[in-house]
Each structure stands twice: as C-alpha cells, then as structure tokens.
C-alpha cells in the first residue's frame, strides 16, 4: 500500500483544513495540498521519470518540500533527501549512487548543484522550485495515487557515511507506515489542535514525522526563515498554540538559553522532541526546569527512521522516582513494534546491566542498502539490524546508551566510553559544550582528548577540569588534554561531528607520545 494514502486520510477527513503553513500566512488546505502533489505527479511524467526511479531533493525547508515529497510517492518514485550544505563530491556522490533522474531545488543552490555534477556521468535533471519552470510541470489533472507495492523503496536515506562512502538506506512504503503509526502510538495524542513546527532540516529523517502529523489532521508550519532561529519560533508558538518540534539536543539547548525564551507562553509549548544525538542530564535538567515536562526523546537512525526507542514525558516528568537521574539519561524503552535487545559478539543476550551491542528488529528497519549487499550482510543478521550503538538495558526495560561503536576509546585495554567523560565535564559550570574523542597514542593504543567550548566569561581552565575528573571518575578515563576552541563542528541539525574533530586532531598531529 501506497505510504501517501497515510496523509490521504486525512484529506477526506479534514479537506478544508489548513494543513500547511510559512511563518503565520496559511500554505495550503489538505485538500489544495493533496491536489498540488498530484497534479505534480502527473507531470512528473515529463521529466521522463517512470515508477522506482529516484529522485533527491537538496533545498532548505519550505513547504514544497512537502508537496514534493507527496508527488513524488502518489507517483510511485523514491525520494533522496540531500542535505543542502553537502559539499559538492558528496551530493554528486549521492545522485550518482542513487541514479537519481531528477533533482528539486532553489535557485540559490543550482548552480552549485550544477557546478558539482559536471564532471559526473549523471543524467540529473534539476528543478528549481521557486522558478516559473515549476509551476509549468503541474499537469491539469491530478493523478490516481500508484498502487505502489509495500516493499518499493520510497525514501532512500545516505548515512553520513563516517566510514568511508555515505550507504543509502532503502526505506520502503511498508517502513514509513509502520514509522508513523508507531509514532502515533508512542508520542501522547496528536489532533487537529497540533502545529508541528519544522525547524530541523528537511533532509533529515525527522521530517518523516510530518505525515504522521498530517494523518491525524494537524497543521505544520514551516517558519518564514526555514530554520531554527528560537526569536522566529517563539511567537509561532504562542499564535498557534499545540506546538511541537523536533530538535537535536544542541537546539534545544540553544532554545532554553535564548535570549527570547522568557516571552514563550509556556502552556502553549506541547512537546519538544528531542534526539539524533546524546542529550546530557544536566541539560535536560535545565529544560525541563524552564518549560516543565514537555520533553518526548527519541532513539533511531536512518536503518530504522526515528524508532528505535522512546523517553515518554511521564519519565521527564517523575522527578521523586528514585532512579530519576539515570531514567533520564537513557533513551528510554523500545518503541511500539520494535524488538531490542543488547547482544554480545556471537549475538548473544546479555543480562540487565552489561554493555553490549544494540540490535533491533521490526516492520521499521531497511530492506538494505543500496546497491550495495556486502554493506547490507554487514548490518543486517538474521532479521536484526545491528545498530553498530553501544549500551545495556536495566531491569525496567530501560535502554542507556554508551556510544557508537566507532566512538569507544580503548586505552590500555580498558573501554573509556566517552560519554561518561563528557556527562561530566559538562557538569562544570563554565563549560558550555564537550566532545571526547580517541586520538591514537604509542603506547596505550589510544587516549582520550577533550575538545572544549567554555561559557562567555569563563577563562579555560585546564587544571580545574583535571580536577572534576579526578574526583569522581577512573583516572584512566580522564583527558589526557584539553583543546579549548571556540565551536564544535556540528551537521546541520547540530549533532557534534566526532569524526570532524579526529580530523582535526590528525592535522594537528595528535598521537600523544
Ligand atoms: P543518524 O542515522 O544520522 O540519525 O544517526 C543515528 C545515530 O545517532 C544513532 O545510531 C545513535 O548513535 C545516535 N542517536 C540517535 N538518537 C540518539 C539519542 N536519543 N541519544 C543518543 N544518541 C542518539
């Protein structure tokens, strides 16, 4: 079954709703929404893009977006979300490995898009949506939604590919319904009251969320900007009430900290949900003091978009329950639908408390990658997709991460999960953001180092922070130096760039003697 009948529900049940909006100005009804991704459909057929063929989007948010995204399933095509600040040897990459025939974008990004495909075999065509071109691809008529079979890809998913080649994860019609429904299931009541809020990009797979949105007859609203700026988002929040977005941890910190944050009518704020990355207590902590238990986390990864596992707001919200502090700092428990267990090398279960492997399986996790079955045998085993994530269950089903795999430093035989360091150099008041990585070391294979961004007004000090560690942790765990620098390089969703920062490390020859 087509995955876009899951929004064309909602058009039956709600057609003169508004279902789309830019900043405050109504976009489109469901119903104008649905007529739109059909007409383009049908006229889809003139770029010569026929059932199964791919075709990738690279612009910023807006609400195209969406209404391409619609056209493209309704035609029984396959989405390749590109991030719009790739660099142009990784989206040429993408569109070459995708095969993708068509590419949506603005003006602002084509001659680059053009610039980086040019000396590439690809055969890509590009539309610039906010050109009159696109408005000519509209056929008069809007077509019949394809019959689109359950295991067709729809939404082809490149990791960020920190080992070596970005992989697509094929995503089938069958995984997004599956993902959507189960996010109904978990994320407390979504209604015609609802506003989601796009502020991370839409190239991230959080955007799948917005049909499950649509499905249940709520509006999104992309901000006039098209992106996370907390001054645009404040007073959207407070006009439309029922409001929710998602953000990486690093925005919702950026939102709590805002300057503007004071003006927020709090009870018009839902839920924020939160993820992609590690959100660290004391962080959360500060959140939840500033807008109450109005925080939904959520564990996934492009193998199995946004549903892994989930830190419901009752948890936020029981603050006297004597595990209170390590409840949150885990993700939580398994989604609706999806089985999880923490295994050992030979895939074996390991009891509460050991840390392991995080292996998934359910109707949400990729058929494989694509075009490329050595990567799939690797990721996929008997039905379970192996998260390549570090972390152990406790007695109340409760999952607490460590960290990726790749992530591990493993000095002198001993496994510092850098986490744990970072969890506590933030507890220091001064400092404003962490990243430990491993940089290889003679000796002891690898030591940790950490990268460190201090508050304004806080001078660095590395003695004090020598200090923090020493005190309540392993010495063998602590940095064995700081590197005080004035941002973390970030994705743009703001998740920390750990691989960026080995990089850094390399130039600056870091092998700690
Ligand atoms: P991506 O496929 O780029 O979304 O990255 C997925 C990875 O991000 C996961 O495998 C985890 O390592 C990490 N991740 C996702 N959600 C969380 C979370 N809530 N807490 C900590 N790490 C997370």
Redesign the pocket.
């Given at each position: 079954m087509n995955f876009y009948h899951c929004f064309g529900h909602a058009v039956t049940a709600w057609p003169s709703r508004t279902a789309l909006y830019t900043g405050q100005r109504p976009h489109a009804t469901f119903a104008s929404l649905d007529t739109r991704a059909r007409r383009l459909a049908a006229g889809l057929a003139r770029l010569r893009l026929a059932r199964g063929d791919r075709v990738a989007i690279m612009m910023g948010n807006r609400c195209e977006y969406t209404e391409i995204m619609l056209a493209c399933w309704a035609a029984g095509l396959c989405i390749v979300p590109i991030n719009a600040k790739l660099h142009p040897r990784e989206f040429a990459f993408v569109i070459e490995n995708s095969g993708a025939k068509a590419c949506f974008t603005t003006s602002s990004l084509a001659a680059d898009l053009a610039a980086g495909l040019s000396g590439s075999a690809s055969r890509c065509e590009l539309v610039c949506c906010d050109l009159p071109d696109y408005a000519l691809l509209f056929a008069p008529e809007p077509m019949a939604v394809v019959d689109a079979d359950f295991t067709d890809c729809a939404w082809l998913?490149y990791?960020?590919g920190t080992t070596g080649r970005p992989k697509g994860a094929t995503i089938t019609h069958r995984n997004l319904w599956f993902m959507s429904l189960g996010y109904i299931a978990d994320a407390g009541p979504i209604d015609t009251r609802t506003h989601a809020l796009m502020v991370a990009p839409q190239s991230?797979?959080a955007v799948l969320l917005l049909v499950a949105y649509l499905t249940r007859g709520a509006a999104c609203v992309v901000p006039e900007s098209g992106g996370f700026d907390p001054a645009e988002m404040i007073p959207l929040i407070n006009r439309f009430g029922g409001a929710r977005f998602f953000a990486a941890?690093t925005m919702v910190k950026r939102f709590v900290e805002s300057p503007e944050i004071g003006t927020l009518e709090v009870p018009r704020l839902d839920t924020i949900v939160?993820?992609?990355?590690?959100?660290y207590v004391s962080d959360t902590r500060r959140a939840l003091d500033t807008l109450g238990p109005r925080l939904w986390?959520?564990?996934?990864?492009?193998?199995t978009p946004c549903t892994?596992s989930y830190l419901s707001r009752e948890l936020h919200a029981a603050s006297d329950h004597p595990r209170f502090l390590e409840r949150l700092a885990s993700?939580g428990m398994a989604r609706t639908g999806i089985a999880l267990r923490v295994v050992d090398e030979e895939f074996r279960p390991l009891p509460p408390g050991e840390v392991g492997e995080i292996i998934v399986r359910g109707e949400t996790v990729m058929r494989g990658y694509w075009d490329n079955p050595q990567a799939s045998a690797q990721a996929l085993h008997d039905g379970w997709l192996k998260?390549?994530?570090l972390g152990f269950l406790d007695r109340e089903g409760l999952l607490t991460?460590k960290?990726?795999s790749k992530d591990l430093i493993i000095s002198g035989g001993s496994n510092i999960y850098p986490r744990e360091v970072e969890e506590l150099l933030q507890s220091h008041p001064g400092v404003r953001e962490v990243a430990v990585i491993g940089v290889p070391h003679a000796e002891w294979g690898e030591e940790p180092v950490a990268y460190v961004v201090m508050h304004d007004g806080h001078a660095p000090d590395a003695t004090a922070l020598e200090q923090v560690c020493l005190d309540n942790m392993a010495r063998f765990k602590r940095p064995k130096r700081y590197v005080f620098v004035a941002e973390l390089p970030k994705n743009n969703y703001g998740?920390i760039l750990k691989t960026e920062l080995r990089a850094w490390a390399t130039q600056a020859g870091d092998t700690l003697a």
């Amino acid at each position: 079954m087509n995955f876009y009948h899951c929004f064309g529900h909602a058009v039956t049940a709600w057609p003169s709703r508004t279902a789309l909006y830019t900043g405050q100005r109504p976009h489109a009804t469901f119903a104008s929404l649905d007529t739109r991704a059909r007409r383009l459909a049908a006229g889809l057929a003139r770029l010569r893009l026929a059932r199964g063929d791919r075709v990738a989007i690279m612009m910023g948010n807006r609400c195209e977006y969406t209404e391409i995204m619609l056209a493209c399933w309704a035609a029984g095509l396959c989405i390749v979300p590109i991030n719009a600040k790739l660099h142009p040897r990784e989206f040429a990459f993408v569109i070459e490995n995708s095969g993708a025939k068509a590419c949506f974008t603005t003006s602002s990004l084509a001659a680059d898009l053009a610039a980086g495909l040019s000396g590439s075999a690809s055969r890509c065509e590009l539309v610039c949506c906010d050109l009159p071109d696109y408005a000519l691809l509209f056929a008069p008529e809007p077509m019949a939604v394809v019959d689109a079979d359950f295991t067709d890809c729809a939404w082809l998913f490149y990791t960020s590919g920190t080992t070596g080649r970005p992989k697509g994860a094929t995503i089938t019609h069958r995984n997004l319904w599956f993902m959507s429904l189960g996010y109904i299931a978990d994320a407390g009541p979504i209604d015609t009251r609802t506003h989601a809020l796009m502020v991370a990009p839409q190239s991230h797979a959080a955007v799948l969320l917005l049909v499950a949105y649509l499905t249940r007859g709520a509006a999104c609203v992309v901000p006039e900007s098209g992106g996370f700026d907390p001054a645009e988002m404040i007073p959207l929040i407070n006009r439309f009430g029922g409001a929710r977005f998602f953000a990486a941890p690093t925005m919702v910190k950026r939102f709590v900290e805002s300057p503007e944050i004071g003006t927020l009518e709090v009870p018009r704020l839902d839920t924020i949900v939160y993820g992609g990355g590690p959100m660290y207590v004391s962080d959360t902590r500060r959140a939840l003091d500033t807008l109450g238990p109005r925080l939904w986390q959520i564990y996934g990864q492009g193998e199995t978009p946004c549903t892994i596992s989930y830190l419901s707001r009752e948890l936020h919200a029981a603050s006297d329950h004597p595990r209170f502090l390590e409840r949150l700092a885990s993700v939580g428990m398994a989604r609706t639908g999806i089985a999880l267990r923490v295994v050992d090398e030979e895939f074996r279960p390991l009891p509460p408390g050991e840390v392991g492997e995080i292996i998934v399986r359910g109707e949400t996790v990729m058929r494989g990658y694509w075009d490329n079955p050595q990567a799939s045998a690797q990721a996929l085993h008997d039905g379970w997709l192996k998260t390549g994530d570090l972390g152990f269950l406790d007695r109340e089903g409760l999952l607490t991460l460590k960290d990726r795999s790749k992530d591990l430093i493993i000095s002198g035989g001993s496994n510092i999960y850098p986490r744990e360091v970072e969890e506590l150099l933030q507890s220091h008041p001064g400092v404003r953001e962490v990243a430990v990585i491993g940089v290889p070391h003679a000796e002891w294979g690898e030591e940790p180092v950490a990268y460190v961004v201090m508050h304004d007004g806080h001078a660095p000090d590395a003695t004090a922070l020598e200090q923090v560690c020493l005190d309540n942790m392993a010495r063998f765990k602590r940095p064995k130096r700081y590197v005080f620098v004035a941002e973390l390089p970030k994705n743009n969703y703001g998740k920390i760039l750990k691989t960026e920062l080995r990089a850094w490390a390399t130039q600056a020859g870091d092998t700690l003697a």
